[in-house]
């Protein structure tokens, strides 16, 4: 559907229609990868904290490192660590020689959650992009790349 008949208006400057598609699409995608999770218990930012932490590899990550990662950037990573916590999908490590020092690590549930979880993300990804070559997806992604140089 092209964005002026999802708005209803014509004669959108380039750069607001754009900014509209790109906004509208993101919107779209929220929304299928929301709903595949919610059979979960587990949000968006949820998910994307326990994938950071699986790539962590093993390695605990401070919290700055999770928000540095974060696809949406946010100020409440505490409150989203806290409640992944609170699920035992992810634990909390108190640095022995400094207190101060805390430190995020996934657990076994979380990565097993990851696991039952990675399959049905991945099918909503694949759907949305069903209708696009190898080559639009690459041209795709090249624009936006340079959009946010």
Request: charged content about 35%; aromatic content about 2%; hydrophobic content about 40%.
């Amino acid at each position: 559907m092209k964005i002026e008949d999802q708005l209803k208006t014509n004669n959108l400057p380039p750069a607001r229609k754009l900014s509209l598609s790109i906004l509208v699409t993101a919107n779209l995608i929220d929304e299928n990868v929301a709903a595949a999770l919610k059979p979960f218990d587990i949000s968006i930012q949820q998910f994307n904290v326990l994938r950071i932490l699986r790539g962590q590899k093993g390695k605990p990550a401070n919290l700055s490192t999770i928000q540095e990662r974060m696809v949406t950037k946010m100020s409440n990573t505490t409150r989203l660590v806290d409640k992944l916590i609170a699920k035992e999908l992810t634990e909390r490590i108190v640095c022995e020689a400094n207190r101060r020092k805390v430190e995020i690590s996934i657990t076994e549930k979380g990565l097993e959650l990851l696991k039952e979880i990675d399959p049905k993300v991945d099918e909503v990804e694949e759907k949305m992009i069903e209708e696009l070559s190898q080559e639009e997806i690459e041209l795709i992604t090249n624009c936006l790349n340079k959009i946010r140089k």
